[in-house]
């Protein structure tokens, strides 16, 4: 089978996106990171959907972003927001994330001989963050195809983005047909120990919204 990269965090994207990894028939390298992010019950998530949805492997990667901070995600002296979408670039925007998580990826899929990652990022019900846009990613990819061995011999990688410009509601009614057991996957910035969310924070109202949008029975796990 081909080999793939997919970067998968325990969430409702990411699960979605190793999904149709595999029904294009990729044997999936699944990659997961401790990055200090304060909802750490998306790692154990990303183990449950791993076995679940039969990924060659799953690795955890830890890089400790907590060391910088600067954003809610990371540092427990900022508070997540809970008063819905605003305008701007939200503080749960974790600098650099994406491209560190990217750079990863493009290593390990060097090493493995794999021309292809999968990531879930999307642009149509997200947060507002920079490094989730169509240009961005083409832009990565186009950097990845520069910068390593298997680019310049002719063995490019291609950066695949299956769920950039679909809605929550499309994403849910896709993952649903390929037989996901969502209630496997955590989403919410302050989830507790347990992976149960809170319910009011940006992650956990758009993926809310995105059941209800779905007409799919939100099998979330609440804290309340």
């Given amino acids: 089978m081909k080999k793939a990269v997919v970067l998968l965090s325990g969430g409702l994207d990411s699960a979605t996106c190793l999904a149709l ?30 076995a679940a949805l039969g990924a ?16 809610a995600l990371t540092d427990t002296n900022l508070a ?3 008063d819905g979408a605003q305008t701007g670039i939200p503080i749960t925007y974790v600098p650099a ?8 990826a493009l290593a ?28 961005y990613i083409a832009a990565f990819e186009t950097m990845a195809n520069l910068a390593t061995k298997a680019g310049v011999e002719g063995r490019g990688v ?30 919410c910035y302050q989830a507790d120990n347990a992976g149960r969310a809170c319910g009011v924070c940006d992650s956990c109202r758009l993926r809310a919204a995105g059941f209800a949008a779905a007409g799919i029975s939100d099998p979330t796990h609440y804290q309340c």
């Fill in 21 to 50: 990894a595999r029904q294009e028939g990729f044997a999936a390298h699944c990659l997961s990171f401790d990055y200090g992010q304060r909802h750490r019950a998306e790692l154990a998530a990303a183990q449950r959907v791993a």
């Fill in 56 to 71: 060659a492997e799953q690795r955890v990667i830890d890089f400790g972003l907590a060391q910088f901070g600067g954003s």
């Fill in 80 to 82: 997540i927001p809970t």
């Fill in 97 to 104: 994330r994406n491209t560190i998580m990217l750079s990863l």
């Fill in 108 to 135: 390990w899929a060097e090493v493995l001989g794999s021309r292809d990652i999968f990531v879930g990022v999307n642009a149509v019900d997200y947060s507002g963050y920079p490094d989730c846009r169509p240009e």
């Fill in 158 to 187: 291609r950066i695949h983005a299956p769920l950039i410009a679909l809605s929550k509601a499309d994403i849910i009614t896709q993952g649903v047909q390929l037989g996901i057991d969502y209630s496997l996957t955590v989403s």
